[in-house]
């Protein structure tokens, strides 16, 4: 299992928010570049990147920070407003090795789809859930969706990574929603990335277990409640507490 450490940008600058909410936001750098080769340098192959400007309005906000962080040598995945084939190209051409659809999978899932045929394991959806309920635009309007049920058609319709975050937990270093990683690690075919919430290295062990693809941390490492270079030996190598 690959550990994703995140870097969720806001103006340039390395934020991390409490369940989705822009209000309550702590800003822990103005070089997200030195934050991204701070976690290299503690062993980390792969970035989760997060343009909360681009989710939240639905511009393109900060790509050429983005586009410093993937010349980085590290798997840089982004999401945050992406809802169209050019801004999909536009990273990939950067250097991203992986895009994540939010708010237009939901709302056009013809073109999540589309675009997964064309880009392949290039395209990834990033299902968003309160109560169980798919949360899009920025985590601000909950759908009547079932998160499960949609997961389910993602693979049908060709979308094989999915990185699902419980907003409940997210940013809020009371544990993740195991529970709902174990009943996506049954769904066939679908390779899953935890988000939210995740928080101690028995979760990391959980989650390995389960076989999911990726666990994503953030606030927990920000905070230093998880120390990345173990997580890291945890969940991509196996090692025992």
């Given amino acids: 299992m690959y550990i ?11 934020v991390r928010l409490t369940k989705g909410d822009y ?21 980390a192959t792969h970035l989760h990147v997060v343009d909360l400007d681009g989710a939240k309005d639905g511009k393109l906000c900060n790509y050429d920070v983005i586009s410093k962080l993937a010349a980085e040598d590290l798997f840089v995945e ?27 999978a939901i709302e056009n899932p013809g073109f999540a789809s589309d675009m ?8 990834a ?17 909950v759908t009547d969706v079932d998160s499960l049920d949609f997961c389910q058609k993602l693979v049908e319709n060709g979308v094989s990574t999915v990185i699902y975050t419980d907003i409940s937990k997210d940013g809020t270093l009371s544990g993740t929603n195991l529970e709902i990683y174990r009943k996506l ?17 028995h979760e990391i062990v959980a989650l390995r ?23 890291i030996a945890i969940g991509e190598r196996g090692e025992v507490l």
């Fill in 4 to 14: 994703y450490p995140a870097i969720d940008l806001r103006d340039g600058k390395v």
């Fill in 23 to 43: 209000d309550q936001m702590e800003v822990y750098s103005s070089d997200p570049a030195e934050i991204a080769r701070s976690f290299r340098n503690a062993g």
């Fill in 78 to 104: 982004v999401g945050g407003g992406i809802r169209d084939e050019s801004r999909i190209k536009a990273y990939l051409d950067a250097g991203v090795k992986r895009v994540i659809l939010g708010s237009a």
């Fill in 116 to 123: 997964a045929a064309i880009y392949g394991d290039a395209i």
């Fill in 125 to 141: 959806v990033g299902v968003d859930a309160s109560d169980g309920k798919v949360a899009i635009h920025g985590w601000k309007t």
């Fill in 185 to 201: 690690s049954a769904i066939e075919g679908l390779s899953v990335i935890a988000s939210g919430g995740i928080t101690f290295e």
């Fill in 209 to 231: 277990e389960m076989n999911l693809h990726g666990a994503i941390l953030g606030k927990a490492l920000y905070t230093g409640r998880l120390d990345l270079s173990r997580a």
